[in-house]
Nanobody
Framework: QVQLVESGGGLVQAGGSLRVSCAAS????????MAWFRQAPGKEREFVASISRNGGVTDYADSVKGRFTISRDNAKDTVYLQMNSLKPEDTAVYYC?????????????????WGQGTQVTVSS
């Protein structure tokens, strides 16, 4: 199985940028469809972005489309989420997830492995 560790979270002002990373170990991420989810206090975990095994297909939540970019480097077993034009409503714990699904997955129950999360806070 694969272990996932997120990093790169922090405090940023509205309009700023941040890149969070997800490093995998135990098994190469080439085998997995990868995604980022987030969870704000008092809210349910929500889908942010996903990327296919070869990086050729990506998908985004409407709330982040045009501002966030998901990418992966299979040689480094790492997935990234570049976040630009950040808004206070982007404040949440961001989780990396891996799925054995064969096609795109947007629901948390479709993901088999999760990281511990990294806090992103956007101040107004």
């Amino acid at each position: 199985q694969v272990q996932l560790v997120e990093s790169g979270g922090g405090l940023v002002q509205a309009g700023g940028s941040l890149r969070v990373s997800c490093a995998a170990s135990g098994r190469t991420i080439r085998s997995y469809f990868m995604a980022w989810f987030r969870q704000a206090p008092g809210k349910e975990r929500e889908f942010v972005a996903s990327i296919s095994r070869n990086g050729g297909v990506t998908d985004y939540a409407d709330s982040v489309k045009g501002r966030f970019t998901i990418s992966r480097d299979n040689a480094k077993d790492t997935v990234y989420l570049q976040m630009n034009s950040l808004k206070p409503e982007d404040t949440a714990v961001y989780y990396c997830a891996a799925s054995t699904a064969l096609v795109g997955a947007k629901f948390s129950w479709q993901y088999n492995y999760w990281g511990q999360g990294t806090q992103v806070t956007v101040s107004s």
